[in-house]
């Protein structure tokens, strides 16, 4: 077989798989291309998730008719005027963009140059790489980009776009992204003829941030600002407290460049390493301010990953930064027991009384568990007051600890550890670990049995319908999937754009936050492909409600319910782990609490 050149329309072909990969990636190039020109307002329309239409509108610069023409042709750019690859200050560079998405749509391109005033508009039209059409055109000064059915001829392509409703998710995280980047810039976009994204120029970053990201995150996070070495990061980075369940709220940024690089990912993971679980993930927007000649922003056509001539001295600056930041927040940066319940032990105890053998005793404990704790007069004497224990009185038998594999509780530690006496030793618990472990393996058996044919998880209908707000794209994640969320035990439906309305919780739950359980449960929808149904990823849907539904560190038991809890997890499957790979329960032998004393 002969080496041959391959036609121009076939080339292009070949580029767009690489640039355009659904109607997103078309968007991204287009808005980007928009904020290279100098526009102070930038309007998006899209039709069907941008499947059918995406049309982009900006006040910008313009080109003349001849610019237009070398627009649509591959490597012409007006954003490299001195040939510098080494130094890249514009979003855009390759010029590859608009021929490549006009080679898989119907492509229209209609400018107007900014200058001189009395110029006059032109069009240029391009189906599937053809030229259809040329000609003046109305218009202000500015440009305006539209792209109808993206790969309509190419149905190999059409037919591996998402669901409407992913596509337009994926087209407003780009907008957002783009947006954050430059709070100066006006932004608008509308959906089917709805407004979805209202933005006023010339906002500050911390403003145009809070815009754009979930509400409570401007209460819940710090501020960034850091020099070294001749970079700068600022932004805004949520408190370890305030996290989510996947890592599609970080909004990471070079040189305003919207990015997803691994090093920087690296980084905040590695800043935020010992305040969060390894399951849990911030809510940042970090903006990376560095020389253009010390990062490689041509590695990939899409443009989304970087190389840093000095890795080492980035990452140092994002951890020792956000390391910074966080400690200087002081206690709102490490998640505290509420108030209320470091204030338990002294909310329902009485004033001292006197006794006749000259002792103060004073009930301690929990209504009717409480008994009295004797002590000297003279503790009296000291401002400091007497620490406080609690104890219960034997209602029944105590159960053996021999019969017992994981031993019988004794006491509770820090309102977070249950401390049992097995036969051999001594076994420490994490109460919440064990009961997630717990409750997941109790929801397991109710999808089980749904899927059988029987009943699923019972349910426990709300007195008073609970409206939880949320992004519009969780919302219809939660509503394309409410059916089998059902079987769950978890009732929901939509109630307008950004809203769910909850019926109905697992009843194994007990009382949960329907928010934060909504709110995780719209990142787990969104972190896996649409075509695998809940039952396929039943330890994750799963796992995330037991997570809401299981006992909480800084909860006091009683003795009855941390040994109803030991004797579940005796019978229980994988109970030795909780639900992230943690143990739940320690062991002590004997002979190794008795070394500690010098016994032996």
């Not at 041959?4 to 190039?29: F, H, Q």
């Not at 291309?33 to 910008?60: K, P, Q």
């Not at 896996?528 to 330890?539: F, N, Q, T, V, W």
């Amino acid at each position: 077989m002969s080496i041959r050149r391959l036609p121009e329309t076939l080339v292009n072909r070949i580029a767009a798989g690489e640039v355009v990969e659904r109607p997103a990636s078309a968007l991204k190039e287009l808005v980007e291309n928009a904020i290279d020109s100098g526009a102070s307002r930038i309007s998006v329309t899209l039709t069907r998730g941008g499947i059918d239409r995406i049309e982009v509108t900006d006040n910008g610069c313009g080109m003349a008719a001849g610019e237009m023409r070398l627009a649509v042709e591959r490597h012409a750019t007006s954003k490299l005027p001195g040939d510098d690859i080494d130094h890249i200050v514009t979003l855009g560079f390759r010029g590859e963009a608009l021929p490549s998405i006009a080679s898989v749509s119907h492509f229209t391109l209609e400018s107007r140059p900014m200058s001189p005033a009395d110029a006059d508009g032109w069009a240029l039209a391009i189906d599937n790489g053809a030229a259809a059409r040329e000609g003046p055109a109305a218009l202000p000064p500015g440009t305006r980009v539209i792209v109808a059915g993206l790969f309509a001829n190419i149905p190999a392509r059409r037919k591996f776009l998402r669901s409407e409703r992913s596509e337009y998710a994926a087209c407003l995280d780009v907008v957002k992204r783009l947006a954050m980047a430059r709070p100066d810039i006006a932004f608008a976009l509308h959906h089917d003829g709805k407004a979805k994204l209202q933005l006023q120029g010339g906002q500050d970053r911390p403003a145009r941030v809070a815009a754009l990201t979930q509400p409570g995150f401007a209460e819940n996070s710090i501020i960034v600002d850091v020099a070294r070495e001749g970079m700068a990061l600022g932004g805004v980075a949520g408190l370890p407290t305030f996290n989510r369940g996947v890592a599609d709220h970080q909004y990471l940024f070079v040189n305003g460049r919207p990015v997803k690089d691994r090093l920087l990912v690296g980084a905040l993971r590695g800043a935020y390493a010992d305040l969060l679980a390894r399951d849990r993930h911030p809510v940042v927007a970090l903006f990376l301010d560095i020389d253009p000649g010390l990062v490689d922003v041509n590695v990939h056509p899409a443009k989304t990953e970087v190389r840093f001539r000095e890795p080492g001295v980035v990452r140092g600056l994002i951890v020792g930064g956000l390391r910074r930041a966080l400690d200087e927040a002081g206690f709102r940066s490490v998640q505290r027991p509420a108030a209320g319940a470091l204030g338990a032990w002294q909310r329902e105890t009485m004033a001292p009384q006197p006794s006749r053998a000259g002792f103060f005793t004073q009930p301690v404990g929990f209504g009717e568990a409480a008994v009295m704790e004797r002590r000297p007069e003279f503790a009296q004497r000291f401002d400091q007051p007497s620490p406080l224990g609690r104890a219960e009185v034997a209602s029944e038998a105590v159960p053996v600890a021999r019969d017992h594999p994981l031993g019988v509780a004794r006491g509770q530690v820090a309102k977070t550890y249950i401390v049992a006496e097995a036969e051999d030793g001594l076994v420490i618990v994490d109460q919440h670990a064990a009961h997630e472990r717990l409750v997941l393996e109790r929801m397991r058996k109710g999808v089980a049995k749904a899927q059988e044919g029987g009943q699923g998880v019972a349910s426990q209908g709300l007195l008073l319908p609970d409206v939880v707000e949320l992004e519009e794209a969780a919302c219809d994640r939660l509503e394309a999937r409410a059916e089998e969320l059902a079987a769950f035990g978890l009732e929901i439906e939509r109630f307008g754009a950004s809203a769910m309305l909850v019926r109905a919780t697992p009843a194994m739950l007990g009382q949960v936050d329907c928010a934060k359980l909504l709110t995780d449960l719209g990142d787990e929808l969104g972190a896996y492909d649409e075509a695998l149904s809940l039952k396929e990823r039943i330890d994750l849907v799963a796992a995330t409600m037991a997570c809401h539904g299981s006992v909480r560190a800084g909860r006091v038991l009683s003795v009855a319910e941390m040994n109803a809890l030991l004797r579940e997890m005796e019978v229980t499957p994988h109970s030795g782990q909780c639900n992230h790979g943690r143990p739940t329960w320690v062991k002590m032998g004997l002979g190794d609490v008795e070394k500690l004393f010098g016994r032996k």
